[in-house]
Every structure is written in C-alpha cells, then in structure tokens.
C-alpha cells in the first residue's frame, strides 16, 4: 500500500486551489440517472470515491466519460437498465447507497446491498428506510441486500408505480437521508415536506441541481424541503458546475494555520465553513475572508489559546474537520476539550497522535488535549480518510520524519492532496 513520508518543520506559503466537493459530486452523480438527457458536470474532483461512483453507474449501463484534467464528468443514463447497486461496489463506498433514491424514482424499485459500517460508527440506513417507506414503498432485507419498491401490484400491471408524496420528520438531520429522499421525492405523486432535514451546503448544490433538472424544489439548506412532484427532469441537456469542497477547504486552512507565513486558499467560501473559521481565529491565527471565495491564513509569533469545540450537524462544527483541529489543538498550550456528537467512535487517530508525542485522553465522547511544545516524526497510519489527513498535518508540524501508512484512504478525498502540499513548500512524497 502507498505511503507518505514527510520531513516536518517546512514554512507554507503562496496559494493552494480547493477542489470540487466530494460530499456533493457523489450526490449529483446519483441524481444524475433521473435526467432524461444529457448531463455535464463540471468541478468533479479526481478522487477515489468518484471513480468508484463511476463504477457504480456503469454497472446500471450508464454511460460516462470523465475528462480528469479539466474535472468535467459526461453522464449519459438514456440506457440505463438495472436498479441493483452490487455488493463489492456497496461495501467499497457506502456513498452508493444513494442511488437508491434515484433508482426507486426511475424504476419504482430498487436492490441495493447494504452498506457496512466503517472506522467511524455504524453508518445506519434506517432513517433512509423510513421514509421510503412513508412515500408509499416497500422494503425487505434477503441475502445482505436491502429490496424496495413502490407499490408492486401496480408495477405489475401498468410495468411503474409512483411514489406518493408525505409528511417525513427525520429523526435526526442526516445528509444522506435528506438526499435519499429528496431524489426520491422529486417525481412522487403531490407535495413531500422532509422536515428535521440536514442544513450542510451540499444539500444546497443538490437541490440546486435537482431544480435545474426541472425539480420543484425549495428550502434546501433549510430544516424543512418542500418538493412538489413533477412527471419528467432533465429533458434536453443538463450543465452543472459542483460547489467548492469545504472540508478540503479546512483542511489547508489548519494546515497553515500549523505552520504557514501568508497560504491564500482560493475557493474556500468562508460561511460555508463559518463557525470552524471562527474557532481558528478564537485560537489566535490570522484568518480571514479576502473576497467571496478565499481566505487568507498565517500563524502569528504570539502564544496560542485552547478552545473547546462541540461536532454537531450544520450550522454547528462540521465533524468532518474534528480530527485536524484536534492536530492544531494538540500543539497548543493549556487544556482543550473535543465533543464528537455525530459519530460514535471518531477518536481513532488520537492513539496515532500520541504516538507522536501529542497528549491526549479519550474519556467517551470527549477528547481532552493538553497541548504539548512540539510533536516528534513517527511512523504512523490512516484509519480513515479525514483521521489520514489528520496525521498529514501532524507530520508537517512535527519535528523529524512521519511516515504515514494506508493513504488510500485519504485518496479517496482529497485530489492531489500531497502535490499541493509540495507547491506551498511542504516536504511530502509518496513513497
Ligand atoms: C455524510 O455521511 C458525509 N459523507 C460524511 O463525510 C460526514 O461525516 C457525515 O455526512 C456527517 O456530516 C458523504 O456525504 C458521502 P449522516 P452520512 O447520514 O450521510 C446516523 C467524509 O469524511 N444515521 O448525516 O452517512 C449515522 O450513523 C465523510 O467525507 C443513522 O443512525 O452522514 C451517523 O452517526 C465521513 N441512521 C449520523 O447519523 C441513518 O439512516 C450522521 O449520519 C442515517 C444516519
């Protein structure tokens, strides 16, 4: 398996351009099988997990040409002729469950394995479920693979059945079930209200997408989508550009803030990332917005201060960006404390950061750092691939060599991840 071995202690400087965002081109990806016609997508970041998405929509015969130097995706799904989504591809990216939505919208049915569980939890799907479920479909589980339809009967008889559209209160704001279910609200029958619906700036780019296929849409962003049914999308051809990626974005931006003299990191969209900026300018970084889209991050000479941080769905902390504000935080004077609310077992990196001097105890759903003068190389490994990028920082800031291990994971999300380090003068190499 590839690896990253980095020699610590390197100045960052100049500029680092943020890529498509993964969490959104996954979903318009899926979306995309809705479209009658033709479908381009532009700012599709070169990444694993979109490869494997590729694979997935193949599998259903369609038809895409990824052009990876100008991150432009053709999709063609005129000939799409499964609604299964196979287990290896399932297993490989849990992602692919969302082209259940999608698939039980264009076929009234849908098979698709379930995902598993991953380093972070249990990722269940049963708020997906459910509200399949209450627009009216069926679902069983057999052979590891979960089965739903619409209303059978009618499919046998006149070969389709519509979802019919309902009043769904989520349990808990989750991204991917606001999704699910908005894709497979967009042509059911009457009005659907997905209310306790997750609020992150991807659930915006899709809808977005969606209404620009011809879905009636509104309220994405918002706690409460309305959607009114509608009998066909995306007649004639399709041009979408996918939003920023906002966790790549605050990736670089602790990275500078861990050892960078003036880093620009264009296409960083400030509020998308609101209350994380502001917890790294709580900690005594010079961060801020330069226009619309960048921002401009440089770690000061003065002593730096702890800060407490809660994860939480959007507008709250982003989880996502938990584990590299832990780096930042490990090196930083005094006491700070870590809530990881979203996932169940998101501390998987903090035995890796000890490892490398950081002083860290794990006490349940808290992380309590105590910040230590400076971390020593080690060779270490990426348990996932926000926790992978985690350890990049720590190598980049610590004194001496890190090795990191099993970078696969952090190529599945972030493009170009160590040739961009290279160009702010980092000392990374894949070996
Ligand atoms: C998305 O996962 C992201 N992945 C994750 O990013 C991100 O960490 C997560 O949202 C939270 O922000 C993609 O968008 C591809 P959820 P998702 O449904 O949709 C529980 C990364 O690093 N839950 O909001 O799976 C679930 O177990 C990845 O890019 C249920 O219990 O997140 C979790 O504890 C990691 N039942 C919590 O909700 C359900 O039916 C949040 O899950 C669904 C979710």
């Not at 799907?125 to 052979?143: R, T, W």
């Not at 330069?290 to 407490?308: F, H, Q």
């Amino acid at each position: 398996m590839p690896g990253y071995v980095i020699n610590g202690r390197k100045t960052l400087t100049g500029r680092v351009k943020i890529s498509g965002a993964k969490n959104s081109a996954l979903k318009i990806m899926a979306a995309a099988i809705l479209a009658d016609g033709l479908v381009t997508l532009r700012n599709v970041p070169d990444i694993e997990d979109v490869n494997t998405m590729v694979e997935v929509l193949r599998t259903l015969n369609v038809r895409l040409d990824f052009d990876k130097n100008n991150n432009i995706l053709e999709i063609d799904p005129s000939m799409i002729n499964s609604y299964e989504a196979p287990y290896e591809l399932v297993r490989k990216m849990r992602a692919s469950v969302l082209v259940a939505g999608p698939l039980l919208t264009k076929f009234g049915k849908v098979k698709v394995a379930i995902p598993g569980g991953c380093n972070i939890g249990a990722r269940q799907i049963d708020i997906h479920l459910k509200g399949f479920e209450e627009l009216g479909a069926k679902n069983y589980i057999e052979h590891g693979y979960i089965n739903c339809s619409a209303d059978i009967k009618k499919i046998k008889t006149s070969g389709k059945a519509n979802l019919k559209g309902a009043i769904i209160n989520l349990d808990f704001p989750s991204r991917g079930a606001t999704e699910n279910l908005m894709m497979a609200a967009v042509m059911a029958e009457g009005h659907t209200v997905i209310n306790n619906a997750a609020c992150e700036k991807e659930i915006v780019d899709l809808a977005n997408f969606l209404s620009t296929l011809g879905a009636e849409i509104e309220g994405g962003g918002t706690d409460s989508i309305k959607i009114t049914g509608v009998s066909k999308l995306g007649s004639g051809s399709t041009d979408y550009t996918i939003m920023p990626d906002s966790i790549e974005a605050g990736t670089f931006i602790a990275a500078a803030a861990l050892c960078g003299k003036k880093v620009e990191v264009q296409d960083a969209v400030w509020n998308n990332i609101e209350i994380f900026c502001q917890k790294i300018k709580e900690i005594g970084i010079d961060i801020s917005p330069a226009g619309g889209r960048t921002v401009v991050v440089s770690r000061p000479k003065k002593v730096l201060k702890p800060v407490n941080i809660s994860t939480l769905p959007y507008p709250g902390f982003p989880t996502d960006l938990q584990p590299v504000i832990a780096v930042l935080l490990s090196v930083v004077p005094g006491l700070s404390i870590i809530t990881e609310n979203v996932f169940e077992n998101r501390f998987m990196y903090v035995e890796e950061l000890n490892r490398m001097g950081a002083n860290i105890k794990i006490d349940g759903h808290h992380a309590v750092i105590n910040g230590v003068k400076m971390l020593s190389g080690a060779p270490v490994k990426a348990f996932d691939l926000r926790a992978g990028a985690a350890m990049v920082l720590a190598g980049l800031v610590a004194e001496g060599t890190t090795e990191v291990y099993d970078i696969q994971h952090i190529q599945r999300g972030y493009e170009n991840f160590h040739s961009k380090l290279r160009v702010l003068g980092a000392d990374i190499s894949v070996v």
